[in-house]
């Protein structure tokens, strides 16, 4: 049972460059998130989706996009990066929206330069 | 103020000690979860808990929902239990998460 995996764990990026992030679970969870986390910032909800089909935004949502693919899978596309995305990002997922644990795949660390 | 609030920032204790990390909150819950991060790691889910206490081996949950606060605890620290710990809760009804800044423990043996 793999729970949450994420790709790539490494990228460096140019500004200006596109990249996909891409989460997939393997627990039939409906909600599944993207976080960033920043030095002393905490984690921070880019986006989050409560169940198939449907995207939602969250604090940060700008310079990025989503697209829930199927129950199992919600990626995280950068169109054209900058220097301010360089974070490290965490894809999760929870079975429902509330009063569930919530899984975290092992994160993903992108620099833009 | 943030919803979310961990004391202390930073902990530094000797191996063997009782460690307590508070979280303090302002909003209506159903939820709060500990979790653990090790340096440069991912992120693992210790507990869950909307009232009362929970106990996993050295590691313990306790919640008060009146005071809205709640404390981690660990018994018999341990340098593998270095660390960075963040508090989140789950508001009543919502779907999103908020997180506690973290609190980094390091045991020292």
């Known amino acids: 049972n793999a729970g949450v995996t994420q790709t790539p764990k490494f990228q460096v990026l140019k500004t200006g460059q596109s990249m996909t992030l891409q989460c997939a679970q393997d627990m039939n969870h409906n909600s599944m998130y993207w976080y960033r986390q920043d030095p002393g910032m905490g984690l921070r909800l880019i986006y989050y989706s409560a169940s198939e089909g449907t995207t939602d935004k969250g604090e940060v949502p700008n310079g990025y996009n989503v697209s829930r693919l199927n129950k199992r899978e919600f990626s995280l596309r950068l169109e054209s990066a900058a220097p301010s995305q360089t974070s490290v990002y965490f894809c999760?997922?929870?079975?429902?929206?509330?009063?569930?644990?919530?899984?975290f795949g092992e994160g993903s660390w992108l620099t833009v330069v | 103020k943030n919803e979310v609030e961990q004391s202390p920032q930073n902990l530094t204790a000797q191996e063997g000690e009782f460690i307590t990390i508070n979280c303090s909150y302002s909003v209506g819950i159903s939820a709060l979860h500990w979790l653990q991060q090790h340096p440069g790691g991912g992120i693992v889910s210790l507990f869950m808990l909307s009232s009362g206490k929970k106990k996993h081996g050295r590691l313990i949950a306790t919640i008060n929902i009146q005071e809205k606060h709640s404390s981690l605890h660990i018994t018999a620290s341990h340098p593998r239990d270095s660390a960075v710990y963040i508090c989140?809760?789950?508001?009543?009804?919502?779907?999103?998460?908020?997180f506690g800044q973290g609190t980094r423990l390091t045991i020292n043996p």
């Open positions: 999760a997922s929870r079975r429902t929206q509330t009063g569930n644990t919530i899984y």
């Open positions: 989140a809760v789950s508001g009543q009804g919502a779907q999103k998460l908020v």
